[in-house]
């Protein structure tokens, strides 16, 4: 349900983020490193925003004063307090090595100020440079980490953001286990760097549960020697762990403890594995009861399965579309090769016309009857027609003359029509050979996978679902777009009854707990593909009007479909009016959607559908194409036309026009296409129309769409006033589709 009040949610956030703070600076206040204070709360108060820094800073402040410790934390709190100066003038967010900076210089100038008070200036310094940078570093990667979570919402871990994210992970393990709770024998770092190594070695193996191991002894070790002694058989006991093949998160917790237990053991039991024992049973308790929520949306470690999923996923893209454009191909030839039932319609419709009112057809087509058709099959093979060649079958013909005459001319009729159509049907034949060429190369051209970050255990988990419920796919590849929402390409047999798509979303939002939409459906000779996402934030709500110049009927198509990720709008103008048009609008929109869902770029579906329009539907044919795509996910518009009316776009309160002098499709032997990609967010509207609106109207139009009224009033409103706005003599069929980007409430 949308919130009345959506700002509170932003008031609470930063309320429990405060407060959480606030504990943190307190809880850190007395946390070492190395035998000397920790420098974790100099870091943090450095690289957080300005509100959240105070509270950790009086949080500490606090803990110091009740607990009487402020003399020995002078050093850090004065560190904090020239951060928080520094701060209140200089604008530090999002800029890690300026946060960085800030963070060193602070907590140099403070300890050169409180060893000059003391003293001991002169044996200091180089020890507070040291401290400063190392609290500069750790800062500084601090605030890479809170900016690559605040643009990607995602923890990548690797390259920069991963050596960044270790160098967190070490010094909050540190800080935590430096930590005292009592008198309970409990180390909360190795209890948290636990958890951790369990996680990476059930999630990404042996070399997960390896790396983080290693990094929590790494953060014991800077806490104090004792501490990274008794974390020291962490990293083997997850490494072993990971060898297991994916179970049930009990088993491998179970496994962990026995191997853990193990090697404490081995390795000399001593007062200090009571405590290890103990901290180590608390992570595991802790990995059992968040496993459940762990998802890889959040987190990128390694490919995600990418170098095992990345070609297959482009050897199926590429074979999908290659059957679509084998498919286009088989339309073409079954059209060239409709010759030969004309010329048998014409022979047949010239002896119908001579016998027709014949007084002997009677006796020729009863006791004559073979005779008389054998006759006239051998006319239709003559290649001279004459008085010495007539067949002897027809001798007793009373209407020689008439027949020789008919058959004459059919032959001359099909002789022109031959020398007509050479030139298109070598076309035609071309177009073929082209296709069936691309058919071939498509099979090795890589597919664009940037921004894709792929999952294989979504892949495997909904391939397994399907399976268990008897809607078995052939491959399925789920991957996160660039917006960070799951999408799933599912490539299915062909079959006569195929599953729904809504059983099939049902199935797989049943699995992974989220909802799902289904895309269109694309079908060629060999399979089918079907595309299942997340709704994206956005969504476009497209209304359609439409009259017809005469009873005969609109020639004008529309269409709107979606990829899983993209939705497209799609006007076709077919050549004149009346059923005709509609057949010549009906067949390129359908051409270009198919195309478009088997994976084809835009403007190369266009150039396609161009040159093998007067193969797929007639010579003499063509057909307007204006196509609209609307990227839901980074708020972008893509118009695409060819021979289109203009279009007309609200945004921002402003209206724009956009026009392209272009042709038709398919009636150019080369395509004239214009493409361009404009901003189009939540409230901006956009209307497409056909060349039965007249440029007269613009202004109505505008002031429509500046009134804000919906899509659908819109829509009507132009198409009623269209013929007002008109003065041409002759009436033209009149199509406005509006749409408009909204809020998708799906996503609420």
């Given at each position: ?141 601090i605030s890479h980490v809170l900016l690559s979570l605040r643009r990607q919402r995602l923890l990548r871990i690797k390259g920069i953001s991963g050596f960044a994210y270790g160098m967190v992970f070490t010094l909050l393990i540190s800080s935590l286990s430096s930590s005292r709770i009592g008198g309970i024998p409990l180390d909360i770092g190795l209890a948290a760097g636990t958890a951790a190594s369990l996680a990476g070695a059930y999630f990404y193996g042996s070399v997960g549960g390896a790396v983080c191991g290693v990094l929590t002894v ?531």
């Amino acid at each position: 349900m949308q919130e009345l009040f959506p700002g509170s949610r932003r008031v609470r956030t930063g309320a429990v983020l405060t407060a959480a703070a606030f504990l943190g600076g307190a809880a850190l206040s007395d946390a070492s490193m190395a035998g000397v204070a920790s420098f974790a709360d100099v870091s943090i108060a450095g690289a957080v925003a300005l509100p959240y820094s105070a509270a950790l800073f009086t949080g500490g402040l606090l803990r110091c004063v009740i607990s009487g410790t402020v003399g020995k934390n002078i050093v850090r709190l004065t560190a904090m307090l020239i951060a928080l100066t520094v701060r209140l003038f200089a604008d530090t967010d999002g800029k890690p090595a300026l946060t960085g900076g800030v963070a060193a210089a602070s907590v140099i100038a403070a300890g050169a100020g409180v060893s000059a008070l003391i003293g001991e200036l002169p044996y200091k310094l180089f020890f507070y440079i040291f401290y400063g940078a190392a609290a500069g570093a750790c800062s500084g990667c601090i605030s890479h980490v809170l900016l690559s979570l605040r643009r990607q919402r995602l923890l990548r871990i690797k390259g920069i953001s991963g050596f960044a994210y270790g160098m967190v992970f070490t010094l909050l393990i540190s800080s935590l286990s430096s930590s005292r709770i009592g008198g309970i024998p409990l180390d909360i770092g190795l209890a948290a760097g636990t958890a951790a190594s369990l996680a990476g070695a059930y999630f990404y193996g042996s070399v997960g549960g390896a790396v983080c191991g290693v990094l929590t002894v790494c953060g014991a070790f800077l806490a104090s020697a004792e501490n990274g002694a008794a974390a020291s058989l962490l990293p083997a006991a997850a490494l072993l762990t990971g060898c297991i093949k994916r179970q049930k998160y009990s088993v491998s917790a179970l496994a962990f403890v026995v191997t853990s237990f193990l090697l404490i053991v081995l390795s000399g039991f001593t007062d200090q594995s009571i405590r290890t024992a103990v901290s180590e049973l608390c992570g595991v308790v802790i990995f059992v009861l968040a496993a459940p929520f762990w998802s890889d949306r959040w987190i990128a470690a390694g490919d995600g399965g990418a170098g095992e999923l990345l070609p297959e996923l482009i050897m199926a893209r590429n074979r999908h579309l290659s059957g679509i454009l084998g498919s286009v191909c088989r339309d073409i030839e079954s059209v060239a090769g409709t010759g030969n039932g004309s010329e048998k319609a014409d022979s047949r419709a010239e002896q119908e016309t001579v016998c027709s009112d014949c007084w002997k057809r009677s006796v020729c087509h009863s006791s004559e009857g073979m005779q008389t058709e054998r006759g006239f099959r051998i006319l239709e093979s003559l290649p001279e027609i004459t008085s010495e060649t007539f067949p002897y079958e027809l001798a007793g013909c009373v209407r020689r003359e008439r027949i020789m005459r008919a058959f004459g001319q059919m032959r001359m009729r099909k002789m022109s029509d031959m020398a007509l159509g050479l030139g298109s049907r070598g076309t035609v034949c071309s177009l073929s050979e082209q296709l069936k060429l691309s058919q071939e190369l498509l099979r090795t051209v890589r597919a664009d996978s940037d921004g894709i970050r792929f999952s294989k255990p979504l892949s495997e988990r909904i391939e397994s679902r399907l399976e268990r419920r008897g809607a078995e796919a052939e491959r399925v590849f789920a991957y996160y777009n660039a917006a960070g929402r799951i999408v799933a390409e599912l490539y299915l047999p062909e079959s006569d009854e195929p599953e729904s798509d809504g059983r099939l979303c049902d199935l797989i939002a049943d699995e992974l707990g989220v909802q799902v939409v289904s895309g269109c459906r694309s079908v060629t000779g060999e399979g089918q593909r079907l595309i299942v996402s997340e709704p994206a934030g956005l969504s476009a709500e497209i209304c359609t009007s439409s009259i017809s110049a005469d009873d005969s009927g609109c020639g004008d198509t529309t269409a709107a479909f979606s990829d899983g990720e993209r939705q497209y709008i799609v006007l076709s103008d077919g050549m004149g009016c009346g059923a005709e048009a509609a057949r010549i609008s009906q067949r390129t929109a359908e051409l270009f959607r198919r195309l478009v869902c088997g994976g084809a770029e835009l403007t190369a579906a266009v150039r396609l559908i161009n040159s093998v329009i007067p193969a797929y539907i007639g010579e003499e044919s063509f057909a307007t194409l204006d196509a609209a795509c609307v990227d839901t996910d980074r708020g972008k518009l893509t118009l695409v036309k060819s021979g289109a009316a203009d279009t007309l776009i609200l945004r921002g309160g402003n209206v724009m026009k956009v026009s392209a002098s272009t042709f038709p499709v398919g009636i150019s032997g080369e395509a004239d296409v214009f493409a361009a990609e404009y901003d189009f967010t939540a409230g901006d509207t956009a209307v497409m129309f056909s060349d039965g609106v007249s440029e007269n109207e613009y202004l109505f139009i505008k002031e429509l769409l500046l009134g804000g009224g919906s899509p659908g009033a819109i829509a009507e409103e132009i198409c009623r006033k269209a013929e007002v706005f008109n003065q041409a003599s002759r009436s033209d069929d009149v199509t406005v589709i509006v749409f408009r980007v909204t809020e998708n409430s799906q996503k609420i």
